[in-house]
């Protein structure tokens, strides 16, 4: 196997991950201390290292919410397909989104029947797109959190400055402290210790964490997506949890600052404006999200084609709320495996390529 | 939601570098950070880079991953 | 001869029959071909005979270090030499879509022409048929293969048991990364070429050589050699347990990987070849697939183990994951 990938490889070494599986095991108590890891990428992460058992018996992680394909309303899929399949409108976006489910169907579905859809790999490449064909309107479907949402905002700016008329966005992009707090403050959900994703503290800071921490009194270390960084920021959570403390601390301190990055902070505020939003299987969380400025109002698809997206309450036999809030773990879902596949699933969290669900389910050991 | 990568600068030019990862090379946009050289680690997600990397924080940290791994094999905890 | 393909090329008359004569003749001259009857004639055949057919329609048709043509003949050949059988002729179907350069289809037949040059294979048949603009992507190409068993080789999953090892004679994802970067669409630029190779010469020695070792072997095409061995642990109802550190991936192919979240488990080959072998010739068979030009990089990559079918994984980070059937085509993801 290649190993010469430069601070890639490095975080990889599995003599360290041994040390530091064995550093947690020591420090962990007689319980399981139950920690959830916020971000869906660490979800994968942790999954696909195989780190969880490596974990049994020490630490329970739950994951969260961030995972933006899980929390995507399904009425934004469904008015993403009706721009497509009733304005004639040809649809940009990442490829997280394609199978996703939304009241009857998908964009892969649709597709399918004739709905066209473009993979992009970067939202600047729907700019280029629309601009290469002039009468053709193009929608990018901006879905992320706050590691996306200044790439989303620098599309938008681009299009603006280069007058390019047919480019918009259909938004969906949610913040993450916010969600954050409505964990930390559910009892039921009782997490001791918050591993907080990695690329979103770099454009939000580390210090954006403090507010929970204090507030809650939860531990938050920021950490990386490599193996060694993943465990590592466990350990210093129990450690924190051992001296008793509740503090922000930074694993990720190669690429994450504690004030983040403010030039991509002050496109965030140009582009977006924040605001209520719904998150599937959560509900409306206030001040989570951030939709498009007035000022931006060409590009923003609700406006331009007067199509709002609507959130709906879910379908109730689908768990993927209480999974997303790590009241659940996915295999206590009565359609887990069953009902709700990857290849037929029923929620978000098994369909999204980082979704909760779908990781026990590919990764899991089974 | 949070896929991004550390890239080498190879090149720069009117708010675009070429980056290079394990022999592979994007353009990406420079929209979101200022003053990046030649030689320099960026993290890239989406097409942007999102910030530099520190080689020295790097180095701390992959001193710690030592440290670490050293104290486990010679018995210490 | 005209510069593109016309409707009229592919209507039996005049224009087809220089359209073979002028043009394919000149790529594919064999004695059997040659006579350009409606069947070739094979002649007596003692042997085994094993039987393939596959349909190509890769976009781009040319793509760093291979094309539709060498596609062609190298699919057809290693389903055949994966089942321990020698090709001895293929068939070769082209599908045309009206419009299509000449000169398009005179490289794919270069191509063609070869590999089957390299793998010992005269094309001995063929047809040509030309669709309308619009209805085709430009060239199809359909194949059959007839092979002769070697030395009465038979892959034969219920002989898997725990102790025999996982073998892979390369380095996984260059094919599919390799058309992908071809595609220009996701403004890549990677010194990838496609692995597409014969691998007659690579596998069939090993059999007689190696005779009561080597029990199953599959080309981990589409889906990749995660999708294969799933294939392979359900038909032998084996468990399978491969080691993350020792998969062979070259570093150009991981940067891709890494910038568009793919995993190369999953990503197409067309010259790499997964062998399931005895655990004490494992060592024996790499060394001797290693000195070959496409097994350079063979390695073990895991081995069977008792327990319950399928397949699992001991990471980098010292853990065990599942390698399972992955839904669809992986897509460039942000998550």
């Given at each position: 196997m290649n190993r010469g990938m430069k601070y890639i490889d490095d975080f990889r070494d599995p003599a360290t991950a041994k040390a530091l599986v064995e550093r947690i095991r020591r420090d962990a108590g007689d319980a399981p201390v139950r920690l959830m890891e916020v971000c869906g990428t660490h979800t994968v992460a942790i999954a696909r290292g195989g780190i969880r058992p490596l974990l049994s018996g020490s630490v329970t992680m739950l994951s969260g919410p961030g995972c933006p394909v899980c929390v995507t309303p399904d009425g934004y899929i469904d008015a993403a397909i009706a721009l497509g399949t009733e304005r004639g409108v040809l649809l940009a976006s990442f490829g997280d989104m394609l199978r996703v489910p939304g009241k009857s169907s998908s964009l892969e579905k649709e597709k399918g029947a004739g709905l066209e859809v473009r993979v992009v790999y970067s939202p600047l490449d729907a700019v280029t797109l629309a601009a290469a064909m002039p009468d053709r309107e193009v929608v990018f479907l901006g879905v992320g959190f706050e590691t996306t949402a200044p790439a989303i905002g620098g599309a938008i700016k681009t299009a603006s400055v280069r007058e390019v008329g047919n480019f918009s966005v259909l938004s969906s992009v949610r913040t993450i402290p916010e969600a954050m707090g409505v964990l930390a403050a559910d009892p039921e959900v009782r997490i001791e210790g918050f591993l907080c994703p990695a690329h979103v503290s770099v454009v939000i800071g580390t210090d954006a964490y403090r507010p929970v921490a204090r507030r809650y009194g939860i531990p938050c270390v920021v950490a990386g997506f490599e193996p060694l960084d993943i465990l590592l920021g466990i350990s210093m959570l129990l450690r924190q949890k051992k001296e008793g403390v509740a503090r922000v601390e930074n694993e990720y301190s190669r690429v994450a600052?504690?004030?983040?990055?403010r030039k991509a902070q002050d496109l965030i505020r140009d582009v977006f404006v924040p605001c209520d939003t719904g998150w599937r299987g959560i509900g409306v969380i206030p001040g989570s999200g951030l939709r498009i400025a007035d000022r931006y109002a060409s590009f923003d698809a609700e406006v331009k084609f007067g199509a709002p997206v609507v959130f709906a309450p879910e379908r109730t036999a689908c768990r993927c709320g209480d999974v997303l809030k790590g009241k659940i773990l996915p295999v206590d879902c009565p359609l887990f495996g069953k009902a709700c596949v990857p290849e037929e699933p029923y929620g978000p969290c098994m369909v999204s390529s980082e979704g909760s669900c779908a990781a026990y389910y590919k990764y899991g050991v089974l | 939601m949070c896929l991004a990568v550390p890239a080498k600068i190879m090149e720069t030019g009117d708010g675009a570098a070429v980056v290079e990862l394990g022999g592979v090379r994007r353009e990406i946009s420079l929209m979101l950070i200022d003053d990046v050289s030649v030689g320099e680690w960026v993290i890239v997600h989406a097409g942007f880079a999102i910030e530099k990397l520190s080689e020295e924080e790097a180095e701390q940290t992959l001193a710690l991953f030592r440290e670490i791994a050293e104290a486990d094999s010679s018995g210490d905890s | 001869m005209h510069d593109r393909i016309l409707l009229s090329h592919g209507e039996g008359g005049k224009r087809t029959r220089d359209l073979i004569a002028k043009v394919i003749a000149r790529y594919f001259d064999n004695p059997v071909l040659s006579p350009f009857l409606d069947a070739g004639l094979l002649g007596r055949i003692e042997g085994e005979i094993a039987f393939t057919t596959d349909g190509y329609v890769v976009t781009p048709p040319f793509f760093p270090g291979g094309d539709i043509g060498r596609l062609a003949v190298c699919g057809t050949v290693n389903d055949l030499a994966v089942c321990g059988a020698k090709a001895v002729a293929m068939s070769c179907g082209l599908i045309l879509?009206?419009?299509?350069p000449l000169d398009t289809l005179e490289r794919a037949l270069a191509g063609m022409r070869d590999a089957a040059k390299e793998a010992g294979v005269p094309i001995a048949c063929g047809d040509t048929k030309v669709v309308e603009r619009g209805k085709g992507d430009g060239i199809f190409i359909t194949t059959a293969g007839v092979g002769v068993s070697v030395d009465g080789w038979r892959p034969a999953p219920p002989e898997i048991r725990p102790g025999d090892r996982i073998l892979l004679t390369g380095t996984m994802g260059d094919h599919q990364v390799a058309v992908l970067i071809a595609r220009q669409n996701l403004a890549i630029e990677a010194p990838v070429l496609s692995d597409v190779a014969p691998l007659s010469g690579l596998l069939l020695p090993l059999l007689p050589r190696f005779a009561g070792k080597v029990r199953f072997m599959r080309d981990p095409t589409r889906g990749g050699v995660g999708v294969t061995l799933n294939e392979m642990a359900s038909a032998a109802n084996a468990r399978f347990v491969l080691d993350e550190a020792r998969l062979p991936v070259r570093e150009s192919v991981r940067g891709v990987c890494e910038i568009l979240g793919f995993d190369p488990l999953y990503l197409a080959n067309e010259g790499k070849a997964v062998l399931i072998v005895a655990g004490d010739a494992a060592d024996a068979i790499v060394a001797v697939l290693r000195e070959h030009p496409y097994g350079r990089e063979a390695a073990v990559i895991g081995e069977v183990a008792p327990g319950a079918a399928g397949v699992r994984m001991r990471t980098l980070a010292g853990g065990v994951r599942a390698v399972d059937y992955p839904v669809g085509d992986q897509l460039p993801r942000i998550c």
């Open positions: 600052t504690a004030t983040g990055n | - | 879509e009206e419009g299509l």
